[in-house]
Each structure stands twice: as structure tokens, then as C-alpha cells.
């Protein structure tokens, strides 16, 4: 079992940063794969990135490739999200998920625990 929490989201200007953060409790933290996704109001959760559990390899869609980095520290049992030059189309609810299979980590089904989210605004 897995437990997830998210922090770090707000209210940014666009071209700002933000840096988002997962902490996850129970154990063998660094064997599962990390994914972000998120979910605009009236739209479908989308895929945004993911890393493997030794952070060996990453995932990122087309969409913030370039501008977002996703990395962990397995020490901390904590996953990030470093977002910049933001848009105000990046504007959502961000959520992390565990899940064990990389093949499968831009879809849902590819994860079994899903954090509650954090609300990321971008103003223009």
C-alpha cells in the first residue's frame, strides 16, 4: 500500500515556475514507476510525465516536453515536478500515481494509488 500527497501548486503568472512535489508513504517506495498527470475542468486526465523507480528513465508528453522535468529522490520518497515557462493552457489539477509498469505509464490503468491532487493556476 501507497499513500500519496501533493504539495506545491498555486497561483502563477505565465512564464513563471513552479515546482510540484509527491510524498509517498509505505515501503519499497523506489520499486514503483511515478507518474503526473493532470485534469482541466470538463476534460479528460492527461498524462504529463513519469519516471522509473530508480529515476534511470523518463516520460514526458509532447505537450511540456522541454519545459517540465520530472525526477525523485528515493531517500525522501518524494517525486517532483519542475514546471516552467508555464502557459495558462497548463492550468489543472495536478495528480502523482504509482503504479509497476513503464510500459504502461501514460496510461491510467498503468497505476494502482493516485494522490488528491493539487491545483495548479497559471494567469496570463
Known amino acids: 500500500q501507497v499513500q500519496l500527497v501533493e504539495s506545491g501548486g498555486g497561483l502563477v503568472q505565465a512564464g513563471g515556475s513552479l515546482r510540484l512535489s509527491c510524498a509517498a508513504s509505505?515501503?519499497?517506495?523506489?520499486?514503483?514507476?511515478v507518474g503526473w498527470f493532470r485534469q482541466a475542468p470538463g476534460t479528460e486526465r492527461e498524462f504529463v510525465a513519469a519516471?522509473?523507480?530508480?529515476?534511470?528513465?523518463?516520460s514526458y508528453a509532447d505537450s511540456v516536453k522541454g519545459r517540465f522535468t520530472i525526477s525523485r529522490d528515493n531517500a525522501k520518497n518524494t517525486v517532483y515536478l519542475q514546471m516552467s515557462s508555464l502557459k495558462p493552457e497548463d492550468t489543472a489539477v495536478y495528480f502523482c500515481?504509482?503504479?509497476?509498469?513503464?510500459?504502461?505509464?501514460?496510461?491510467?490503468?498503468?497505476?494502482?494509488?493516485w494522490g488528491q491532487g493539487t491545483q495548479v493556476t497559471v494567469s496570463s
Open positions: 519516471i522509473t523507480g530508480r529515476g534511470s528513465t523518463t
Open positions: 500515481a504509482a503504479g509497476g509498469i513503464f510500459k504502461l505509464a501514460r496510461e491510467n490503468r498503468g497505476y494502482d494509488y
Open positions: 509505505g515501503r519499497a517506495f523506489s520499486t514503483y514507476v
